[in-house]
């Protein structure tokens, strides 16, 4: 019987200051997933994008070879940006 492979996720927190409010993130990814949680100040997911397997490049957060890699960093920054201000609403 066969068993499922673990995925290596990597984990990488990141703060944002949006319109003077500090927005606390952490990027998840791996090879050829990726999303964002929000941890501060609301919780939220927001949906990265997946690299299908026979694509013979991988996600990395920064400094990618061109050739082979893509840096998510600048667009999850751009995603949580535009998330924060649609949904957030001030207490």
Not at 7 to 28: D, R
């Amino acid at each position: 019987m066969a068993t499922k492979a673990k995925i290596p996720w990597i984990k990488s927190e990141i703060t944002i200051e949006i319109e003077g409010i500090n927005v606390i993130s952490q990027i998840s990814w791996w090879s050829k997933d990726y999303y964002i949680d929000i941890v501060s100040p609301f919780k939220a997911r927001i949906s990265g994008e997946h690299m299908m397997y026979s694509v013979p490049c991988k996600f990395v957060l920064v400094k990618a070879n061109p050739k082979s890699e893509l840096a998510i960093l600048d667009r999850c920054i751009k995603k949580i940006i535009e998330y924060f201000q649609e949904n957030y609403k001030p207490v």
